[in-house]
């Protein structure tokens, strides 16, 4: 008798522990390239609240197909975990021994040495177990959670991983129409392609998890519309319909001039809950309060711009950040009047050193005062740097043709010198410039009208060039091939 009841309570024990252990709710692994195969690696885990707390340290796993020997990566916690709530009051939450769900974002930090070039280390983790309250995956509690990330360091490559603003992790509310934001820039301007995977529970490709009838990785949960993927940006747009709590995946590509470089995969969980207090989640505007989210801008010009933030409960008070995404901007938003609407300035002015196809984006986030649960809005804003050679960053309202202006520039192709003629002028003088294919100025000289001025290109760098002529009010724009 005394053994079966301690047979059953072993059992009791034991099953309790197996529920209250359950607590990964998602993460994601970075690097920084510190030169020479030596990377500072950060692992980021979301803990649900209600089960047992992190280590303080974590086994980062290598491999590599080349061959080479597989450094070990013990990463160690940084400072104390980050307790993230939709509850308005902190200490309600089950991270602070309320009752109301919470979760803490864990840092985990390490650095190692690679032992050779590859194009395929993989650094990978696992931990055990997913969150128990999962309702859209036959595992559930029972499935491992596994994340990794992917460096080619072949050809000296030294790349730094994207970084997310975002967490892992979201709650939103049901019957409103929302996105899921991943927050993400690439510091060394790398092109990111995103797409949607299943998630993983192990290292072995097979190793997913396995959706219930009526989801799978490209629809992890239900929405009032079609949910909506954005593969440029990873943002997930959806309108909440029925409680759930389900998790989706996403590999983050980076490539660079057409070579793919690294790879980051996302483990992500979605809680979907109503509001015991209807709310109205935030908006935020496009720039200048439109509907854009994205615009082109030239370097030496100022970038300026606005966004609104409003609230349709007029008894709410907002708070706008930002991810401080882009180096030298300035950002001011008002922060000293309590109300439902706010507008946030941002200022920046590029240089021909952020030129590039890859935009500069920044993440702003909006949050409300609305008790006992807060909502929030992200979005994320980007600009593209054109050189200062695209038709944008000409000004069209100034331009004039070459036949108005009776400008000649020959011979092109041209190989030694250059011969520009510019016939229809009563200027003494007009300003002459000449700019590469980057956009970057190479020579600013006077001519003189009605003469045949001459330039010396010999020694220049063989490609395409921009010839931009300046007479007081108008401009003449031609292009020259240098053999």
Not at 73 to 82: A, F, M
Not at 113 to 122: E, N
Not at 380 to 404: A, H, K, R
Request: proline share 6%; glycine share 8%.
């Amino acid at each position: 008798m005394n053994k079966l009841r301690y047979l059953l309570l072993l059992g009791f024990l034991l099953i309790n522990i197996s529920a209250f252990s359950s607590h990964a709710m998602g993460g994601e692994i970075t690097y920084e390239c510190l030169g020479a195969n030596q990377y500072h690696v950060k692992l980021i885990l979301i803990r649900d609240c209600s089960g047992i707390p992190m280590t303080s340290s974590r086994t980062i796993v290598i491999t590599n197909s080349c061959g080479l020997t597989s450094p070990t990566l013990t990463v160690n916690q940084v400072g104390n975990p980050d307790v993230i709530s939709s509850v308005c009051y902190t200490g309600l939450t089950t991270c602070n021994g309320g009752i109301e769900f919470g979760m803490e974002r864990y840092t985990y930090e390490g650095t190692v040495t690679l032992t050779g070039a590859c194009s395929d280390w993989t650094l990978g983790h696992t931990l055990a177990d997913r969150n128990n309250s999962i309702t859209t995956t036959a595992g559930a509690g029972n499935d491992s959670l596994y994340i990794y990330t992917q460096i080619n360091n072949t050809n000296s490559i030294c790349n730094n991983s994207p970084v997310f603003a975002n967490i892992a992790a979201g709650i939103f509310y049901l019957g409103y129409a929302t996105c899921y934001t991943q927050g993400v820039y690439d510091p060394d301007g790398d092109s990111l392609a995103f797409q949607m995977t299943p998630p993983r529970t192990g290292p072995a490709a097979g190793d997913t998890v396995q959706y219930l009838s009526g989801y799978n990785s490209s629809n992890p949960i239900h929405s009032q519309s079609a949910l909506s993927f954005d593969n440029a940006t990873g943002d997930l747009c959806f309108t909440p319909v029925q409680i759930e709590n389900s998790v989706w995946a996403l590999v983050i590509s980076e490539y660079r001039n057409g070579v793919l470089i690294g790879q980051v995969e996302r483990d992500i969980q979605l809680r979907l809950q109503p509001d015991p207090v209807p709310n109205n989640i935030p908006t935020l505007s496009g720039f200048d309060g439109g509907n854009s989210f994205s615009q082109n801008a030239c370097p030496g010009s100022p970038v300026n711009f606005f966004i609104a933030a409003y609230d349709a409960n007029a008894q709410e008070d907002l708070t706008m950040n930002w991810d401080h995404g882009i180096t030298n901007a300035i950002w001011t938003n008002n922060t000293s009047t309590n109300s439902n609407y706010d507008t946030a300035f941002f200022s920046w002015t590029p240089t021909l050193a952020d030129v590039s196809t890859t935009p500069h984006c920044i993440t702003a986030s909006v949050h409300d005062s609305h008790c006992p649960y807060t909502a929030s809005q992200i979005r994320q804003y980007c600009i593209t740097v054109l050189p200062i050679t695209d038709p944008f960053c000409i000004n069209p309202g100034i331009f004039e043709s070459t036949t108005d202006l009776g400008v000649e520039v020959f011979p092109n192709p041209v190989q030694n010198e250059l011969h520009i003629e510019i016939r229809n002028s009563s200027s003494p003088a007009v300003s002459c410039m000449f700019y590469n294919i980057l956009g970057q100025p190479i020579l600013n000289r006077q001519f003189s009208p009605k003469e045949k001025n001459t330039v010396d290109v010999s020694e220049w760098q063989r490609g395409i060039y921009m010839v931009k002529i300046i007479d007081r009010d108008k401009i003449s724009i031609q292009w020259i091939m240098l053999l």
